[in-house]
Structures are given as C-alpha cells and as structure tokens.
C-alpha cells in the first residue's frame, strides 16, 4: 500500500485479555519498528525486526509482549494478560534498511485498558 | 549510544511570529539526524533531516534545521508559524551499532496562537 496501515485504530479491553496489534508496512520496506507512546510521552522503543528476523528486542517490557513478521510483510504484536500501564498508543513504522532513511509511521492504535 | 535532548516540552507562540525548537545530540561520530511532527491523533510524519552535505537543511511546511557541529545542536526554526502548526515536533537521531532504531527526544509542544 501507499502507507503504513495498523489495525485496530482503536481497542478497548479488559484488564488480563490477550490483545494483537497488526501493522502492515509499506512494500519494500524490510526493517519494520514497534514504539510505544504513552499519554503526554515520547516514544518508547520496543521492537525492531529486519525481514521476519527480530535483531533488537531490547525495548520489550516484559514477556507478556510479543512480536512476529511474516516474511517482509505484516507484523503482530501481542500483548497477554494486559495491565492498566500498557495503555498507550501503539506506533508501527517502516523503512529501507540503513540509518540514513528515516520512518514512515502509520497513525498508531489507541489501546486502553479497563 | 546517541541520545537527543529537547529541553522545551512547550513553546507558546503567537500566529506569524518565527519560532525556534532546540534539539541538542551527543555523539563523537557522524550522525543523521531527524525531526518529525505528529498532529493531534496522527502518527509522525518526517519534517527534515540531515545527512550530510549543507548544513542547512529544508523541509516541510516551510520548516528548516541547521546542523552545528560545535554546539551538536539542530534546531527547528520557522520564519512565520501557521496555526495549523500546532502540533508535538521530535528530534530524532538513529541508536547507532547494528541496530537501525531511531532514539527520540522526549518533544516539543508547539502551541500557536491567535
């Protein structure tokens, strides 16, 4: 597609429910990044994935957050037995490889937790 | 490690005033550098960046960046802001090492008004 496209936009849940995140990137672009950006926050780091392999999972908080790609396409992030402090938005982006290209970001899903 | 540092979290401005948004980086080696800008409820969107070269760089939106090596500063200017300029702006710069994820400051609100 043109974009970065993630679904759902927005998604509420109760508290200890499983949610998945999908994020389809833009075609060509291998390297595909998960952020997290909690309310009045800057973005927080989570997962960066080169193809269908995940070099740096440092920004993960804890093992019920995980993250898949198939192939150079779509990506899930799952969160089991969610909390009240993973509300945020979560941000999906793409790009070529190399630090030189910068992100396409796609417009995030609102998750909230209750 | 890189890191940036915005030290405004808000900048109140006047409509057709210039305006100036710091972004300071730490690093002893070459660096790209980024400012991206996010609308209420949207994703981020790349203003500008710095790769090389000139070390006046333009963007979007009639927004430009001066890279200074002596103050490893880049920061944001704009001649005459718009309302509809309001909006978070980010400074970014990428980790570094074999990982390409960026490192993102923390924001600047830009208030405009009337």
């Known amino acids: 597609g043109a974009g970065v496209s993630q679904s759902p936009s927005n998604k509420v849940t109760e508290k200890g429910k499983d949610v998945e995140l999908r994020c389809d990137p833009i075609s060509g672009h291998t390297a595909l990044y998960w952020y997290r950006q909690r309310l009045g926050q800057g973005l927080e780091f989570l997962i960066y994935f080169q193809g269908n392999s995940a070099p740096d999972k440092s920004g993960l908080p804890s093992d019920r957050f995980s993250a898949e790609r198939t192939g150079e396409s779509v990506s899930t992030l799952t969160i089991q037995r969610t909390q009240q402090e993973d509300s945020a938005v979560y941000l999906c982006?793409?790009?070529?490889?190399?630090?030189?290209?910068?992100?396409?970001f796609g417009s995030g899903t609102r998750l909230t937790v209750v | 490690a890189q890191s940036v540092t915005q030290l405004d979290s808000q900048v109140p401005v006047f409509e057709e005033a210039p305006v100036e948004l710091r972004c300071n980086y730490s690093s002893s080696v070459s660096v790209y550098l980024f400012w991206y800008v996010q609308y209420p409820n949207q994703g981020l969107q790349l203003l500008l960046k710095y790769l090389s070269g000139s070390t006046l760089v333009k963007g979007i939106n009639g927004f430009e960046a001066e890279f200074n090596k002596s103050q490893t500063s880049f920061h944001l200017r704009k001649p005459s802001v718009h309302i509809s300029d309001t909006a978070e702006y980010f400074c970014a710069v990428p980790h570094g090492g074999a990982t390409n994820k960026l490192i993102f400051g923390t924001g600047t609100l830009l208030a405009v008004q009337p």
């Open positions: 982006a793409s790009s070529f490889p190399g630090q030189g290209f910068g992100y396409t």
